[in-house]
């Protein structure tokens, strides 16, 4: 018998490995039409709902102005409840600029709670928070890297 909590959990896997690789297109794939974000501990907004292809514009920036990404993922918890479902995982999500300094390297640690929908196409998140539970190096590589893509 096939377990759906192992579709839930490749959706949300499949959130790090566009993201790391910049895959723009399979990024956009796992999500619904509208999503609710929550960053607050990054940007300092309340959760808000979004069209997905404003928040995959919106990203887009900021990662293509870094040289490097790398996001892991583990201990995935989930729930399905008929055609939803719910994962929590853990995530280790390092930035980095190829400046040379001792301020090129921004880790965060944490847990993202992620919401689903199924739909024909299989399981799309609608909804994505990230709880910072820890932090490594300076978050100002993230200002700089979103300078590079906008000046």
């Known amino acids: 018998m096939h377990d759906e909590r192992i579709d839930v959990a490749e959706a949300v896997y499949t959130y790090a490995t566009a993201v790391d690789t910049r895959d723009w297109a399979l990024y956009r794939s796992i999500f619904a039409d509208e999503i609710e974000v929550d960053f607050a501990w990054f940007d300092g907004q309340p959760a808000r709902r979004m069209r997905a292809d404003d928040w995959v514009a919106g990203v887009k920036p900021l990662f293509e102005g870094l040289d490097a990404t790398q996001h892991a993922m583990s201990n995935p918890r989930v729930a399905v409840d008929g055609e939803s479902a719910t994962c929590t995982m853990y995530v280790q999500a390092a930035h980095f600029l190829r400046n ?9 640690g944490g847990y993202y709670t992620n919401t689903l929908s199924r739909t024909p196409e299989g399981w799309k998140l609608t909804g994505v928070k990230l709880t ?5 190096g300076s978050k100002d590589v993230m200002t700089a890297a979103l300078a590079r893509t906008t000046t």
């Open 100 to 108: 040379g300094g001792s301020d090129a390297e921004f880790t965060i």
């Open 132 to 136: 910072l539970l820890w932090s490594r």
